[in-house]
């Protein structure tokens, strides 16, 4: 008893500790592993239009080119729309820091503040304390850095695709063909026992090779189950997250608020952080609304609007369509937001919680019952 008890606390700690250096090699080498997670994704977007193209028995080099012609025409459209944006809300900020400046001001004095700093507030004071150099410095080294990685995820995402048929070979062999062996010889030795024929040795053959056919198909499907449910979730988050974008952005629009683009950008990528995430792209607009109109009832209308859309999109629509069961406890969010983000920064903490989803369909399908318990843990349930 001691025994078994003692193996069992070591292999926890061991796979603690072998966790935690993966933690840290994944931080170390961020420059490497956050273009390979983004190729990855984007591997699982297109995988739908990819089996489509191979049916039709296009070429892989085709496939790969038409994927990459898409993936730029959409990165160069949608950072040639946002671009512009910024470019105008640049051009339009005075106006918008006066206005800040004086309602700081009126609201100091509705309140009976005397102090000089709210009395006497001016935001341009405080916009003069930047060091413009070293800001545009940063602008700078993360503008090449950006490029760096668009072109490091480029180079994953072709040899993603170019090797994806021998990666899933060699796991199948590793872990289908490896796995069956050791119960085929058992089913041998046990046929070999039962059967008294003159046919004996081609009888056990046959029996043996059907019941090799079935396990491997089962073990495939199990696979081929882990990868479509990793597929189904990416997919359907990000047709979520840009729908309540396009939603948000047009509604907006609509209202007259200026930069719809941004705000409805701000609702697609935070809302990958659930909850910090969705009340940033959700408070955002909204003061940008005081800020703009100086009005309560367009103000409450906005809010209104953005309350709606988040509750329908991430309360309704996304629980429907991914699933009770891929859907994650919210204290697993959140550390899972605290720890991606201590590896990776903001990009980690945009792509924990699909990250973490991932880990989750994967143990959800294995056959150890400790993994089984590990993802019933990480999940919402079905209630």
């Excluded at 078994?4 to 500790?17: A, E, G, L, N, P």
């Excluded at 790969?64 to 730029?72: E, G, K, S, W």
């Excluded at 499907?221 to 979520?240: G, M, R, S």
């Excluded at 809302?271 to 009005?295: D, M, R, Y």
Aim: aromatic fraction near 14%; charged fraction near 15%.
């Amino acid at each position: 008893m001691k025994t078994i008890t003692s193996d069992s606390v070591s292999k926890f700690f061991i796979s603690v500790i072998g966790i935690t250096v993966i933690a840290f090699m994944l931080r170390e080498l961020s420059h490497i592993f956050i273009p390979f997670a983004i190729a990855f994704f984007l591997f699982f977007v297109f995988n739908p239009l990819n089996l489509f193209f191979e049916k039709k028995k296009f070429p892989l080099f085709l496939i790969t080119l038409i994927d990459l012609f898409i993936t730029i025409a959409v990165l160069y459209g949608v950072s040639k729309i946002v671009v512009d944006s910024f470019m105008s809300f640049t051009d339009s900020l005075p106006d918008y820091v006066d206005k800040l400046s004086q309602m700081v001001q009126e609201a100091s004095v509705s309140f009976g503040i005397s102090d000089p700093y709210f009395a006497d507030f001016s935001f341009e004071s405080i916009v003069k304390t930047i060091d413009y150099s070293s800001l545009a410095g940063g602008i700078f080294s993360s503008t090449v850095s950006l490029f760096g990685s668009i072109l490091f995820v480029i180079f994953f995402f072709v040899f993603v695709l170019s090797g994806e048929k021998a990666v899933y070979e060699t796991i199948k062999k590793r872990y289908v063909t490896t796995k069956v062996k050791p119960e085929i010889q058992k089913i041998r030795e046990k046929l070999i026992e039962t059967i008294d024929s003159p046919i004996k040795d081609k009888e056990i053959e046959h029996r043996v090779n059907i019941e090799k056919e079935e396990r491997e198909k089962k073990l495939e499907k199990t696979f081929k189950t882990i990868t479509l449910q990793i597929q189904k979730y990416i997919i359907t988050k990000i047709a979520v997250n840009a729908g309540a974008g396009f939603i948000v952005g047009f509604g907006l629009y609509l209202f007259g608020v200026d930069y719809p683009v941004i705000w409805g950008l701000f609702t697609f990528l935070f809302n990958f952080i659930p909850t910090i995430g969705s009340a940033f792209a959700f408070i955002l607009p909204v003061l940008f609304t005081v800020l703009q109109f100086e009005s309560i009832g367009i103000t409450i209308v906005v809010t209104l609007f953005m309350i709606a859309v988040q509750t329908l999109a991430f309360n309704f629509v996304e629980p429907i369509t991914v699933g009770r069961r891929l859907n994650l406890n919210p204290l697993v969010i959140l550390l899972s937001v605290l720890i991606w983000g201590w590896i990776w920064g903001v990009i980690g903490m945009l792509m924990s919680v699909p990250l973490t989803a991932v880990i989750n369909i994967i143990l959800a399908n294995s056959d150890s019952k400790n993994l089984n318990f590990i993802s019933e843990l990480m999940s919402r349930g079905e209630g």
